[in-house]
């Protein structure tokens, strides 16, 4: 696991949208896995001034979403789906259906899940997965106590998410869906590399956990310590209960240009 401390989101989402470019000059018809959630929206305006400076092409590129509420009406703008249209996709040259997402609205509910994993199998796999992580270690939206194993599936949120996320939802608490589709640990842990970004003060005891604390379920992102390819990118803020964030530091100081992330 890679650690990297930035100065500021925008610098994250650079190292973060460099990572991209290479990845599709080298394979432009890459999938992507697209974290909805304010962690990553600096990446998606570095990856939108890129593409409208002409740097930087989606077109044959796919994608897919993480995670999705149960139940919120097809127009509500909170939906991650209408979320990730407005913040990425609309934003930069993605075909037609090329970005997909869990459907928080069918009526058969495992059989979407299934589905949605048969799709990322289909397309290849995810080969860059953007990450947040919540402030109760939670990826996508695999909470405390996630099987560290699990696929896609209906998970109910926790009421430290529910508070979490009741900004997006003018500060309603009760207004903020209960349950959500989400790919499964197994899933992320599928992806060939996971970027995960956090910023703030209040993620610090999550990354903490993420990155010096012991696997478990209690903290999901943990099981990211199995996984042969992450960047963690953060802010001071975030940064500021790693144990060995010097040495963390110093590493990316001096770490090869040629090597990228
Ligand atoms: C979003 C998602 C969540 C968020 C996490 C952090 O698709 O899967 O895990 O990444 O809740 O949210 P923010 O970035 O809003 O702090």
Redesign the pocket.
């Known amino acids: 696991m890679e650690v990297i401390v930035l100065p500021d989101a925008g610098r994250i989402g650079e190292v973060a949208a460099d990572a991209i470019g290479v990845l599709l000059d080298r394979k432009p018809d890459a999938v992507l896995g697209l974290?909805?959630?304010?962690?990553?929206l600096a990446i998606y305006d570095e990856l939108a001034a890129r593409h409208r400076a002409g740097e930087m092409s989606f077109a044959l590129a796919r994608g897919f979403?993480?995670?999705e509420y149960v139940g919120l009406p097809a127009d509500h703008p909170e939906r991650?789906r209408n979320v990730i249209d407005a913040v990425v996709v609309a934003k930069v040259d993605f075909a037609p259906g090329a970005v997909r997402s869990p459907d928080g609205l069918a009526d058969d509910i495992p059989a979407a899940c299934a589905a949605y994993e048969d799709a990322i199998a289909e397309a290849g796999g995810v080969d860059l997965q953007i990450?947040?992580?919540?402030t109760d270690g939670?990826?996508?939206?695999n909470e405390p106590g996630s099987s560290l194993a699990s696929r896609t599936r209906i998970k109910t949120l926790t009421r430290q998410?529910r508070l979490?996320?009741a900004r997006f939802f003018g500060d309603d608490v009760d207004a903020v869906p209960t349950h959500c589709l989400?790919q499964g640990l197994a899933t992320i842990m599928a992806a060939r590399h996971v970027v995960l970004v956090a910023n703030g003060r209040s993620?610090a005891e999550a990354v903490h956990q993420l990155v010096e604390g012991p696997v478990s379920a209690m903290w999901p992102a943990t099981i990211l310590q199995h996984h042969p390819h992450v960047t963690v990118l953060l802010d001071d803020a975030a940064a500021r209960r790693l144990q060995l964030v010097d040495y963390y530091r110093e590493t990316y100081r001096s770490k090869p240009a040629w090597q990228g992330i």
């Open positions: 974290a909805t959630g304010s962690s990553p979403t993480l995670d991650y990450l947040g992580i919540g939670h990826i996508a939206f998410t979490d996320n989400t993620k």
